[in-house]
């Protein structure tokens, strides 16, 4: 079990209870840089999934769509730039039947709305915190077209895919797929990674009826769902760590945040910190 002192020390492992609505990479900057649009292609029917995706490159970051809402955002140095991100974009939009509307630019910060028939939204999953050998092609390849066919099965289609070559990240991709909106973003059905610090219960999740798709280490699962918080807490003995895991699932009910499933732990290798020795840990899992 990993940071088991570090959860004593600081008395948590948290996940906060709620997601920004935007999602902030803020990009640095990249002036004098000369534009190289991606080479958007089909994929290879024999290798892909159906779904029809666009794909290609992406190695100038203004052109890496962030998603909110019924809009793509980015932040770009200029209005040129801004404009160049919606002359790729909206026909990618466009070819999956979603309607670009307005845009708006200021302050370096550039929004492009779109609307759908059917209400569907437009959500994205950067693999760059996931577990892989990122200098190898072949594997980041099979990694990306796991995820696609795992939305595709779900119902999810993506919509388009682009391996990200720029020096503020290592070689990686970045998906864009299709959902129904929720007023609450942390409730939508979305493609999420689960990565706080602390072993996971995988068992607990997949009994609970998470859909886990990638057990990507033993602290790092991919599922595709509602988000999830995790919380760890230890104490001296079993009572002790029973009664904290009471303690949690009251402020749980008073949050009206669900819970999931638990799991207690008697420590291996008991640790301890001042006058107290820790015996015992449980994980608890639930949705934000």
Not at 11 to 33: G, M, Q
Not at 36 to 62: F, M, N, R, W, Y
Request: aromatic fraction near 10%.
């Amino acid at each position: 079990m990993k940071n088991l002192v570090l959860i004593a020390i600081a008395s948590l492992l948290t996940s906060s209870v709620s997601a920004s609505e935007l999602r902030d990479i803020k990009v640095s900057e990249i002036n004098n840089v000369k534009l190289e649009l991606p080479a958007v292609s089909s994929p290879d029917p024999a290798a892909a999934p159906k779904c029809g995706h666009v794909s290609g490159e992406i190695t100038q970051l203004h052109l890496l769509a962030q998603t909110a809402k019924s809009l793509l955002f980015t932040y770009a140095d200029t209005e040129a730039l801004f404009n160049e991100f919606t002359a790729m974009w909206k026909p990618i939009l466009q070819k999956f039947e979603l309607t670009p509307t307005t845009t708006e630019y200021k302050n370096e910060f550039g929004k492009l709305n779109y609307t759908s028939a059917d209400g569907r939204v437009v959500r994205d999953f950067m693999a760059e915190g996931l577990t892989y050998n990122a200098i190898d092609p072949v594997e980041v390849a099979k990694l990306e077209h796991s995820l696609i066919h795992s939305l595709e099965q779900l119902g999810l289609p993506t919509i388009a895919s682009f391996k990200i070559k720029h020096d503020a990240f290592r070689p990686t991709f970045n998906m864009y797929y299709l959902t129904s909106p929720a007023e609450n973003q942390d409730h939508e059905i979305r493609l999420r990674q689960l990565k706080n610090g602390e072993d996971i219960d995988f068992d607990v999740l997949k009994q609970a009826g998470v859909n886990v798709i990638r057990e990507d280490s033993s602290f790092s699962a991919v599922y595709v769902g509602k988000l999830i918080g995790s919380k760890s807490k230890i104490a001296a003995d079993e009572a002790g760590v029973l009664k904290k895991l009471d303690d949690y699932k009251k402020f749980l009910t008073e949050q009206k945040k669900e819970l999931i499933g638990y799991r207690v732990h008697k420590i291996t290798e008991p640790f301890t910190v001042g006058d107290t020795t820790y015996n015992y840990l449980v994980n608890i899992y639930f949705y934000q």
